[in-house]
């Protein structure tokens, strides 16, 4: 099943880059104090492991923000094409096969009820034939609406699948940052 | 190599400075963990649990990275500390400190 309420995702995008630029400042802030630390007042042998392995954190750090800006990137991607289709979507995407059965066979049945004012012949004899041929207009523009709405109702799965698909690969591509967990035993 | 240690209010205030901004990098950390739950209200759909579990594990490696932080503090109160006492006495008190890495 698929459910969309675009609603609250424009105003998720801007806590999200908020967030983004907060957490920017916190690491760059953190990361002139450590640099402080290490150039001014902490140098022996064993600050050289501990700053080794912060600048080593940083750049793991620095991945994990350009990560959680490609997840940014992930819901833009599905407010904008979402946003295409409508603001609230609600569908069940497994259940195409069966949608478009039912939609061929009511045309189908629109259809023999066609042939059937076909087999009548010649109608011109016919007492109401004005009314007959009138009928048969209106149903001719039924049956071409109904293959309308179902080449759409087919495009509009078809989009939907592309942008679930398209979506995975944005999000796949995001992956994961391995970190080591420093446990120091000082003596 | 040589040893230079300035023990001074200034590493004190370092710490402290570095604890406070890793409490806000915390903030940032469960406020992207706690998203997951807001994003099941504007999207459910085939991607949802892979969104949640790249989430989650995002989250992880960020949680581990507060706990060096918070490791890394803790050796530069241990170590001015160390340093502290080591300037009462005198310096070859340091003999015997070391730092070996977990990994």
């Known amino acids: ?187 | 190599m040589s040893k230079t240690f300035m023990i001074s209010d200034e590493m004190e205030l370092a710490i402290n400075k570095l604890i406070s901004y890793n409490n806000s990098i915390d903030i940032c950390d469960k406020k992207i963990k706690n998203s997951y739950t807001f994003i099941n209200d504007f999207y459910k759909g085939s991607n949802s649990k892979l969104l949640c579990n790249t989430i989650d594990s995002l989250y992880n490696s960020m949680n581990k990275l507060s706990k060096n932080n918070n490791e890394y503090c803790r050796i530069f109160k241990k170590t001015l500390d160390n340093y502290k006492i080591a300037s009462k006495n005198s310096i070859s008190n340091l003999e015997g400190f070391s730092i070996n890495n977990g990994d």
């Open chain 1, 1 to 187: 099943m698929l459910e969309i309420d675009l609603s609250k995702i424009d105003n998720y995008i801007n806590e999200l880059d908020k967030l983004i630029d907060d957490y920017e400042n916190y690491l760059n802030n953190m990361y002139y104090i450590y640099n402080n630390i290490f150039d001014n007042i902490w140098k022996d042998n064993n600050s050289i492991k501990v700053q080794s392995n912060i600048l080593d954190d940083n750049i793991r750090r620095k991945e994990l923000v350009s990560k959680i800006k490609e997840l940014r990137k992930v819901y833009k991607y599905m407010y904008d094409n979402y946003s295409r289709i409508g603001f609230s979507i609600k569908c069940n995407l497994d259940t195409r096969g069966n949608v478009l059965f039912k939609m061929n066979n009511i045309i189908e049945s629109l259809n023999k009820i066609y042939h059937k004012y076909n087999d009548l012949g010649d109608i011109y004899y016919y007492e109401k034939s004005d009314m007959i041929n009138k009928q048969k207009e209106e149903l001719v523009d039924v049956i071409k609406k109904m293959s309308t709405l179902k080449s759409k109702i087919n495009k509009k799965y078809d989009k939907l699948i592309d942008i679930e698909n398209n979506i995975n690969i944005l999000i796949s591509k995001i992956g994961f940052v391995k970190i080591n967990e420093i446990d120091y035993n000082m003596r």
